[in-house]
């Protein structure tokens, strides 16, 4: 068995569904499992030239490839039929492709309405954090417990250590190790693991992870309530010329400079050999280069300045560095 993980390393949005779809382009992979998170995400993928925004089924579908909402996740039925009734309206096959761990829990009427009452932390609201407080506490609910779901139900452990021990898994993350519950900047994070132990949850054994991809941009982003924004008209040229708009709810993402020590950590902390840095071409736009570290900011005079802050930082930690500058492909 191979697994290749792909995390994000700063708040979210920072192109993990491009880059999945593009990995999925160029390998062959058997299986994608989506492992934390679950509707508060949303991953924009472009295929043969047209736009889609998942927020619960993994990419592997636009491929024609098993796609396992893990049991790290928690899901919420209706908006699940919805969005496989929105992918078989958009031509994309999804029959005998799509499953759900039996253990995965379930968020339901009552999570949301209690959700809907967040006015310290800015969730999304989709109800996410009180379903993982009652998977905890021991009273949940989980898929195998809904007859309407049984058609979509796989046991992990037979799918990967009884029928298929060879296969080839694209593990695909959501938001990042700056959201985490445990890593990230408490209480402004969202209630999954959503590093590279949150991976081995799912049932997996470390000694198969063969690539961790971390994703970044080149610029951080976040979409919350806590004060990121500095004051400087620059930032809400980076918001437009990026579209920094959340892909679930809409709203304005914050934005700052690129936080390299946050990276860094983030970086070490879930092995990461493999760091793609996203929308460079929206720096470039903007003709500003500046990156935060050791609670300096760093002035660079040129795009070529930055990127070798970045390569040289990188080749210190034995890393390849991918610098994507196209909205729709490595």
């Given amino acids: 068995?191979?697994?290749?993980?792909?995390?994000?390393?700063?708040?979210?949005?920072?192109?993990k569904g491009k880059v999945c779809h593009s990995l999925l382009e160029k390998n062959d992979y058997t299986h994608v499992i989506r492992f934390n998170g679950g509707g508060n995400a949303g991953h924009t993928i472009w295929h043969k030239g047209k736009k889609f925004v998942t927020h619960l089924i993994p990419?592997?579908?636009?491929?024609?490839?098993?796609?396992?909402?893990?049991?790290?996740?928690?899901?919420?039925?209706?908006?699940?039929?919805?969005?496989?009734?929105?992918?078989?309206?958009?031509?994309?096959?999804?029959?005998?492709?799509?499953?759900?761990a039996k253990n995965t829990h379930i968020v339901t009427e009552n999570h949301i309405i209690e959700d809907s009452l967040d006015s310290k932390i800015g969730t999304t609201r989709s109800g996410n954090g009180p379903a993982y407080r009652d998977k905890y506490i021991r009273s949940g609910f989980r898929a195998e417990d809904f007859s309407e779901l049984k058609p979509y139900l796989i046991d992990l452990y037979e799918e990967f250590y009884e029928k298929n021990p060879d296969s080839v898994i694209l593990a695909e993350g959501a938001q990042a190790t700056g959201l985490d519950i445990?890593?990230?900047?408490?209480?402004?994070?969202?209630?999954?693991?959503?590093?590279?132990?949150?991976?081995?949850?799912?049932?997996?054994?470390?000694?198969?992870?063969?690539?961790?991809?971390?994703?970044?941009?080149?610029?951080?982003?976040?979409?919350?309530?806590?004060?990121?924004?500095?004051?400087?008209?620059?930032?809400?040229?980076?918001?437009?010329?990026?579209?920094?708009?959340?892909?679930?709810?809409g709203r304005k993402r914050q934005c700052n400079w690129l936080d390299w020590d946050m990276v860094t950590k983030a970086i070490k902390m879930n092995g990461v050999n493999r760091l793609i840095i996203n929308k460079i071409d929206i720096l470039r736009q903007v003709d500003a280069w500046r990156i935060r570290s050791n609670n300096d900011l760093i002035t660079f005079c040129s795009e070529s300045d930055f990127c070798d802050f970045i390569r040289e930082k990188c080749e210190k930690m034995w890393l390849n560095s991918i610098f994507s500058d196209t909205p729709h492909e490595i």
């Fill in 1 to 15: 068995m191979k697994i290749d993980v792909v995390l994000g390393l700063q708040f979210g949005d920072e192109g």
């Fill in 59 to 100: 990419s592997g579908v636009f491929y024609g490839k098993k796609s396992i909402i893990g049991s790290g996740c928690v899901i919420n039925i209706n908006k699940f039929f919805n969005e496989l009734q929105y992918l078989k309206n958009e031509n994309i096959n999804v029959e005998g492709l799509v499953y759900i």
């Fill in 182 to 249: 445990d890593w990230g900047d408490y209480p402004y994070v969202t209630s999954s693991h959503c590093g590279i132990g949150s991976v081995l949850l799912n049932g997996f054994n470390h000694k198969n992870i063969r690539n961790v991809y971390g994703i970044i941009k080149a610029y951080d982003t976040y979409v919350g309530l806590k004060n990121f924004q500095p004051e400087d008209p620059i930032f809400e040229a980076i918001q437009i010329a990026g579209n920094e708009f959340g892909s679930t709810t």
